[in-house]
């Protein structure tokens, strides 16, 4: 196993222990595992808190700071966080005014989440959830009932986390979470397996000749498989799915063009070219966009698309300053 | 080849088509393959140009905008750019001020970025030129006499291009990179070969329980191969020779921790945090610290370390604000 890790048992607390020295707008609860703002936000504004298995980075505590993310809790490698880790973050950040839950839809995470709720509501705090299940490719999956939340998390704690600093209160942020899940959508696909560090091997194999469409963030199966093709031909694969399923012509959007992790920068630019002239071609209006590595599988190699509807509420709130380790700006 | 392409002999043109529809911040002049500002600079203030081998992304292109370069010229993946590319570039940007060539120490960039400079004169253009030569791994290389340029080439863009942007003089810019160079170090490893699209094979073979110490960003040979150790054994091997070749005890330093492409961000976060304990053991003072891929080598698993000596005017001007699509902060 090709990895720049001490054990597999230690690779959270390790990792954990590089974030806090690196990103001074962090502070870390190691016995918690949760990442939360070095400086709480103001009193009487909503937090927003998300979280997960591991090896998605920069996601979730990649996005915990001014503009998006309060705290977020660290599960093990593609593992649910548990429902005290969740509680430890929830009743953390709260001031009063509530909470958000930002929710992958993985049962494990679904599940935790809302005990975490639970509990907390028993300690006096305000919680509310929204689950992200964005990704057209499958219909139930290996760890999933209904679709698979991926790359509309990103967008979204970044607008949503924009309102909750404005001051609106829980029921708005809630409300405008559950607009951008609707228009939002993501597939994705992958040119090699990823390898968790305590199995020490692949999770699958994918021949040399072979590329994988529909693939979920765990390496989980997608929709089939077959010979590696052009960048053109994959961006199809990928815009074809997102478009059958929303109509997004005559929409202006918020496009990311995200890396799973072992793919280089130059490869995603490419895979970006591509993609904007068939969302041209269809007649999507591309606002903004990212391009690089947001969510990812540990060192997978592949890629992802995820298409947000974007309105001049969600622009103007895009744009709002953000100043995270993993997306910074306006500051 | 597992790669996300069209083909071979498109990559370049086919990014810098998708760089141009990401970055708003840049323009593409497709035919000399040169990145400048969208925006021009103000009349009166020195230019930086850059450039170099593809295949290091972001690295130049993604440090062309506010505060760092205004132009990187692209050559063909590991390729120095022609004297012509280089060339445009400076002609390109020169409002009178003079331009600096910040260059790469191998052999066709140092010989090619010679060659522009005086053709450039010849056209009136007032050039100076630095040479970053900081990888102690080695003396000499595959494609260099002296050492190899690495990673303080892109904190030396951001440093140098912060003084540009304040109005400093030509002769005043260089003698600022003459310093940022002289306090600058960098070492890497790598655990896999990259590969290169028109060779569509790894450019060396590293067996599945090997790593080498003292790679080049070309996959150039380093120091020794070895057995794959933790990371902790590995920090040592990057900071060891980095304070063995330059006294660093009671400096403040900037420091860089890397991705070469194929490697994950979490084992990045994990190895800063092993190489934050190293450094303050040493008694040397972290500043400022970026952790991600900066310079890298296609999909080429591992990670380089860089130190830059920071004083309170090289620290003044990291912090000053930066609009690229590789390095954004403070607007």
């Known amino acids: 196993m090709k ?3 001490n054990s597999p048992d230690s690779v959270i607390a390790d990792a954990l222990k590089g974030i806090e020295a690196s ?21 009487g504004k909503v937090a927003l808190i998300s979280g997960g298995g591991s090896g998605h980075e920069p996601m979730h505590g990649g996005f ?19 429902p005290d880790q969740v509680l430890a973050a929830t009743v953390g950040v709260d001031n009063g005014a509530g909470v ?17 709720a639970e509990l907390a509501a028993g300690e006096g705090v305000n919680v509310e959830a929204v689950v992200v299940a964005d990704d057209v490719a499958v219909e139930d999956s290996t760890w999933t009932a209904g679709r698979r939340g991926v790359g509309t998390t990103v967008l979204l704690e970044k607008i949503v986390g924009a309102a909750a600093e404005e001051g609106r209160d829980l029921a708005a942020v809630k409300a405008l979470a559950e607009k951008v899940l609707e228009g939002g959508r993501s597939m994705g696909m992958a040119l090699t397996s990823c390898t968790v560090p305590a199995a020490g091997k692949p999770t699958f194999d994918l021949p040399e000749d072979q590329m994988e469409i529909g693939i979920g963030i765990h390496g989980e199966p997608g929709r089939h498989r077959e010979p590696i093709a052009d960048a053109k031909t994959i961006a199809k694969q990928l815009v074809e ?7 997004y012509s005559g929409s202006s959007v918020i496009v990311m063009l995200n890396g799973m992790g072992g793919t280089p920068l130059i490869e995603l630019y490419l895979m970006y070219g591509e993609v904007v002239e068939l969302l041209e071609a269809a007649g999507v209006t591309i606002e903004r966009n990212l391009v690089g590595n947001y969510i990812t599988s540990l060192d997978m190699a592949g890629c992802s698309l995820t298409l947000v509807k974007a309105d001049d ?16 700006w306006g500051l």
């Open 23 to 43: 990103d001074k707008g962090v502070r870390v609860d190691h016995e918690n595992r949760v990442i939360f703002r070095a400086t709480p936000k103001d009193a």
């Open 313 to 328: 509420e969600i622009l103007g709130l895009w744009d709002a300053p953000v100043n995270t380790a993993g997306l910074r």
């Open 3 to 5: 990895k720049l890790i």
């Open 64 to 82: 915990v700071g001014q503009g998006m993310l309060d705290a977020a809790a660290c599960g093990e490698v593609f593992t649910s966080p548990t």
């Open 100 to 116: 958000l839950h930002i929710v992958k839809n993985y049962t494990g995470d679904v599940m935790n989440f809302e005990m975490a």
């Open 241 to 247: 799915p997102i478009l059958a399923d929303l109509d």
